[in-house]
């Protein structure tokens, strides 16, 4: 017997205005938790999780640009789907898109609920061995008033009886399409997947939810997401280190650090020769154990003949990502006797932290002289060194 091919909607259409503290940071689901976009954290969640055959995004049709921003890739990870106005509407226009693909079952997942766990996603889906939808819930421990106008309590409800809904919400996939599909004739709004599901006369049950499972909204909910990064489960820290060195070549700049400086030679590589990126992309590949830059990016490989390394630190930086990881600083030691590279740090500081989705202040970059001694002193080319320092979820 097959297993049952299971896929995901990460629903990330809304415009993420409650959130917002009237400054311009843009919508919720796009801004960094821990130095990591919200939405880029919701689908690894799910991409970490070998049963998931693939991730389906729905985003704002204004907000292409910024989803492309992320640089999420992946064999499982499909191209975003474009929501309509209301959540629900985004929500058809998922399962409309992987019907193609005829899952299984579907997931269907709020982007603003990025601490979603493995224990959680894995309770969902069991739960829908004898049902046609699995609801993850929380007890309610306030109690809950009836106030017919908002104003007046008319009664106290029965709390055992009462749930706080969360996501991902579960389900059978023909069943809920066909329910979506059928509810979208209606004039009623349905608040969510679960609600749908009620009305088709499906059977949903509950599943344990989570406490931390929390759905960002507000923007004291950024605070909140913070403490939970900072104590979600034991962390320790990890160090990589990284070295680089490049030969010079005829030209008339030198990429170092994502920075384009004028030189009378240039690096000689495969791909833009940046020692510094590769030596820092190498450091953070190795603090999380994922081999070296070679591995993830062949010298064979063509796709990269002259390619900026800002693609490859990128791609170090989701991995950590995808690794429940956050960066904790990086430093940079660039050694040459020509060009002069001290002007151009604060530049290079900028490229890195942009990159990564950190801030500038935990990026270091120094720069020495060989002291005119061996193939530096010569100048014959520039040597990078870096180190990394990322925090991890503990191991064993």
């Not at 009623?188 to 499972?213: H, K, M, Q, S, Y």
């Not at 390619?307 to 956050?326: D, I, P």
């Not at 030691?333 to 530049?347: D, G, S």
């Amino acid at each position: 017997m097959r297993s049952k091919s299971i896929a995901v909607i990460i629903v990330a259409a809304g415009k993420g205005e409650r959130a917002s503290n009237g400054d311009a940071s843009g919508p919720k689901q796009y801004r960094a938790v821990g130095g990591v976009p919200i939405l880029a954290r919701s689908i690894a969640a799910f991409l970490n999780r070998p049963e998931i055959a693939m991730v389906l995004p729905v985003i704002h049709a204004g907000h292409a640009g910024l989803y492309e921003a992320l640089g999420l890739a992946g064999e499982r990870l499909l191209p975003p789907a474009i929501g309509g106005d209301t959540r629900q509407a985004s929500v058809l226009a998922g399962l409309q898109a992987l019907a193609p693909k005829n899952p299984d079952i579907v997931l269907i997942h709020d982007a603003a609920r990025p601490f979603v766990s493995a224990r959680l996603i894995a309770e969902v889906i069991s739960g829908l061995e004898g049902a046609d939808g699995a609801l993850p819930a929380l007890p309610v421990t306030d109690t809950i008033k009836r106030a017919p106008d908002g104003s007046l309590v008319a009664a106290t409800e029965d709390r055992a009886t009462l749930f706080a809904a969360q996501t991902p919400q579960g389900f059978r996939f023909g069943p809920i399409l066909s329910a979506h599909m059928r509810a979208a004739s209606l004039p009623r709004p349905f608040t969510d997947d679960a609600e749908i599901a009620e009305w088709a006369g499906l059977r949903v049950v509950l599943t344990p939810g989570g406490r931390d499972n929390i759905k960002i909204t507000h923007p004291e909910d950024f605070i909140r997401a913070g403490h939970i990064l900072a104590g979600e489960e034991p962390m320790e820290t990890r160090i990589g280190t990284g070295y680089d060195v490049h030969s010079f070549a005829p030209g008339d700049a030198v990429w170092l650090g994502g920075v384009r400086i004028p030189h009378h030679h240039k690096l000689d590589g495969h791909s833009d020769a940046d020692v510094a990126l590769h030596a820092l992309t190498d450091a953070l590949l190795g603090a999380i154990g994922e081999g070296d830059i070679g591995v993830h990016f062949p010298p064979s490989d063509m796709r990269w003949r002259g390619a900026a390394s800002s693609v490859f630190l990128k791609h170090a930086g989701e991995l950590v990502a995808r690794a429940g990881g956050r960066i904790v600083n990086l430093d940079v030691t660039i050694v040459c006797e020509a060009p002069r590279i001290a002007t151009h740090a604060p530049a290079m500081c900028a490229v890195i932290a942009e990159t990564l989705g950190i801030s500038a202040r935990r990026v270091a970059v120094k720069a020495t002289t060989n002291e005119k001694l061996g193939f530096l002193g010569r100048e014959e080319g520039i040597v990078a060194m870096a180190s990394a320092s990322v925090e991890l979820p503990r191991g064993d």
